[in-house]
T-cell receptor
Framework: DVKVTQSSRYLVKRTGEKVFLECVQDMDHENMFWYRQDPGLGLRLIYFSYDVKMKEKGDIPEGYSVSREKKERFSLILESASTNQTSMYLC??????????????FGEGSRLTVL | RKEVEQDPGPFNVPEGATVAFNCTYSNSASQSFFWYRQDCRKEPKLLMSVYSSGNEDGRFTAQLNRASQYISLLIRDSKLSDSATYLCVVNGETSYDKVIFGPGTSLSVIP
């Protein structure tokens, strides 16, 4: 059974704290994505990566960074969390060979609250 | 203009009804199109791909109009279990392009 695992389902952090969200996939997928999902705004792409050590900015990269040191792991970092980063964060992966099937595999999400 | 736009919803329909969702996209070079379903507090999951010739999967029919840059999803004989948010998804020109999600349309099927 294919799997994308996100390290934490629920986190509560304080303004200014550094936050790490980790995502691991076991499907040997090249492409991985971080989205945030907010009511009325849908899923917005933060960063994506198409290979180890490669990264591309999505639509809303400000305030975030990412790390892809190993193919299976894609981390999202909030250097200094702010209240407007309170959101649901979703990690996803896809193989380029499956791009036409469109099947992104998502993790269960990490709900972050910044106080 | 947003890259992918959907009917705002929410749609509240009785069991057995037929409901249609629409979606428009702005990038005429987009190659692949999909509908995802997202249950409350769950992650999105692929419902079906959308092919140029139109395609059907049981009670679900998807259609694509490239000239109008328009995608639709029709659900016939709605079931209570169809209640969810339906996301229109557009893939870019290459496999490395970002996948763009629409904001989603919420459907509630009422007994």
């Amino acid at each position: 059974d294919v799997k994308v695992t996100q390290s934490s389902r629920y986190l509560v952090k304080r303004t200014g704290e550094k936050v790490f969200l980790e995502c691991v996939q076991d499907m040997d997928h090249e492409n991985m994505f971080w989205y945030r999902q907010d009511p009325g705004l849908g899923l917005r792409l933060i960063y994506f990566s198409y290979d180890v050590k490669m990264k591309e900015k999505g639509d809303i990269p400000e305030g975030y960074s990412v790390s892809r040191e190993k193919k299976e792991r894609f981390s999202l970092i909030l250097e200094s969390a702010s209240t407007n980063q309170t959101s649901m964060y979703l990690c996803a992966s896809i193989s380029p060979r499956a791009a036409n099937t469109g099947e992104l595999f998502f993790g269960e999400g990490s709900r972050l609250t910044v106080l | 203009r947003k890259e992918v736009e959907q009917d705002p919803g929410p749609f509240n329909v009785p069991e057995g009804a037929t409901v249609a969702f629409n979606c428009t996209y702005s990038n005429s070079a987009s190659q692949s199109f999909f509908w995802y379903r997202q249950d409350c507090r769950k992650e999105p999951k692929l419902l079906m791909s959308v092919y140029s010739s139109g395609n059907e999967d049981g009670r679900f029919t998807a259609q694509l109009n490239r000239a109008s840059q328009y995608i639709s999803l029709l659900i016939r004989d709605s079931k209570l279990s169809d209640s969810a948010t339906y996301l229109c998804v557009v893939n870019g020109e290459t496999s490395y392009d970002k996948v763009i999600f629409g904001p989603g349309t919420s459907l509630s099927v009422i007994p």
